[in-house]
């Protein structure tokens, strides 16, 4: 008995300190942020703030300098949404679709098409940087947050395909044939019955091409134009742009402020993601 309590003891003080060794970048983003310059420039990286003032966030919002342009983060942030909100759905649709026929409706070849959706799976982004800059000038969409919707739609199909057949290929197939017999058609049987039951793997599918989108920066900064850049280019000019005064203070600001929102997705949802996951969706 006295051994399995020393066993608990060396097990939580390890994953204790764990979370403060991972916790503590975040801890010091948030404490220089509310400081001001004079604090930054006189205390240490781990004091906490004296007088704490949301002026640093104000002005990652919408007065530091990206550039030539001085209107905060808010712009691309706003763009940011434009770009995941269609994105993420139109993806996941198509994913679930996708999963749905390789999964319950095999024909001829469908093996290989999975096999093929797997490969983009894996194939790193640099590769199809002029391909697809070749499509969307072919297209009219390039530099345009139309044109980025499109990029990330694409390279998300593949992940979305994935999660969903796996998924599906758990459910038991006389669902499907008992619903064939009494005449359902291919949509009655995806909309009344597969999809219904799809709501683990929905969550899962939705947070996960949430995180990848918003994150991204690769295909940002190449694909996007002037009006149309996303929030992680934004903050990437925010903090290199030179200034007479580096103010550590507001480049914490930004980055807390583009990251609030992926934080925000997991803290309310995260739950569901970790049982959609145990419910199958990355099965083999």
């Known amino acids: 008995?006295?051994?399995?309590?020393?066993?608990?003891?060396?097990?939580?003080?390890?994953?204790?300190?764990?979370?403060?060794?991972?916790?503590?970048?975040?801890?010091?983003?948030?404490?220089?942020?509310?400081?001001?310059?004079?604090?930054?420039?006189?205390?240490?990286?781990?004091?906490?703030?004296?007088?704490?003032?949301?002026?640093?966030?104000?002005?990652?919002?919408?007065?530091?300098?990206?550039?030539?342009?001085?209107?905060?983060?808010?712009?691309?942030?706003?763009?940011?949404?434009?770009l995941?909100?269609?994105?993420?759905?139109?993806?996941?649709?198509?994913?679930?679709?996708?999963?749905?026929?390789?999964?319950?409706?095999?024909?001829?070849g469908s093996e290989t098409m999975f096999a093929f959706l797997l490969f983009g799976v894996f194939m790193p982004m640099q590769v199809v940087l002029l391909p697809m800059s070749q499509v969307l000038g072919w297209l009219g969409i390039a530099s345009s947050l139309w044109g980025l919707i499109l990029i990330h739609v694409l390279a998300g199909i593949p992940s979305t395909t994935l999660f969903f057949r796996n998924y599906y290929v758990g459910l038991p197939d006389e669902l499907v044939k008992a619903a064939m017999l009494d005449g359902a058609s291919f949509w009655q049987i995806f909309f009344r019955i597969v999809l219904p039951l799809s709501t683990p793997i929905v969550v899962v599918t939705l947070i996960w091409q949430f995180t990848n989108i918003w994150n991204d920066f690769l295909y940002g900064v190449v694909f996007s134009g002037?009006?149309?850049?996303?929030?992680?280019?934004?903050?990437?000019?925010?903090?290199?742009?030179?200034?007479?005064?580096?103010?550590?203070?507001v480049d914490m600001a930004a980055a807390l402020i583009a990251a609030l929102p992926t934080l925000l997705v997991y803290v309310v949802a995260g739950k569901y993601f970790v049982r959609g996951l145990t419910a199958g969706a990355v099965k083999g």
């Open 1 to 82: 008995m006295r051994a399995a309590h020393v066993h608990r003891l060396i097990l939580w003080s390890l994953l204790i300190l764990f979370a403060v060794y991972f916790l503590t970048p975040m801890y010091v983003m948030v404490s220089t942020s509310l400081k001001d310059m004079e604090q930054v420039r006189n205390g240490s990286l781990l004091s906490l703030p004296t007088s704490p003032t949301t002026e640093a966030w104000a002005k990652a919002w919408s007065g530091a300098c990206t550039g030539t342009d001085c209107n905060g983060l808010k712009p691309f942030f706003l763009n940011s949404l434009l």
């Open 84 to 108: 995941v909100i269609p994105a993420v759905l139109v993806s996941s649709a198509i994913g679930a679709i996708n999963g749905y026929v390789l999964a319950k409706w095999r024909f001829p």
């Open 226 to 249: 002037a009006d149309s850049k996303p929030v992680t280019v934004g903050l990437n000019n925010l903090a290199n742009t030179s200034s007479t005064v580096k103010e550590y203070n």
